[in-house]
């Protein structure tokens, strides 16, 4: 019998790296890249206006990636037509008819595909995994913090 793996920075990535690849192929079917769709989410839940500098933030901190990247996804965003500059307050971003449609279809598939992926997971697994988890970005985060 072959215990279970104890948690560690290996198992934390490759459970990321193939869920982040099977969320690459949804978004792919759609021309969506990964920032992209942060951006998108960021916006829509904040219900579907958000200011420019607390979303740039907010990706830089989760994503940690730089503020440049950020605005790359917002401009191409912009570019098509997915969110907008509020003409009343150009330091808000507003999420489209078309943006917040692709917000849906993206949303929809990765139900399913969560659905699939959590499947018969006991809840207090998936409890004490999100505890774990958390504490450890909380960790790593002090660290990079210079803590």
Known sequence: MT??????GQII???HYAT?????GVLGATGTTFHESVALNATADNGGSIERRPLVERMTSTLKIDAATVETALA????QGL?????????RLTMTAGGSKLHRTHRA????ITARLYADLPADDLAAAGRV???????????????
């Not at 215990?3 to 560690?8: C, Q």
């Not at 982040?20 to 690459?24: G, I, P, Q, T």
């Open 3 to 8: 215990s279970a793996p104890t948690v560690n």
């Open 76 to 79: 191409e965003l912009i570019a």
């Open 133 to 147: 988890l958390t504490e450890v970005t909380a960790r790593a985060n002090t660290v990079l913090a210079g803590g």
């Open 20 to 24: 982040r690849a099977v969320l690459e």
């Open 83 to 91: 969110l907008e500059v509020e003409p009343e307050d150009p330091a």
């Open 109 to 112: 598939a990765l139900a399913e």
């Open 13 to 15: 990535g490759q459970a």
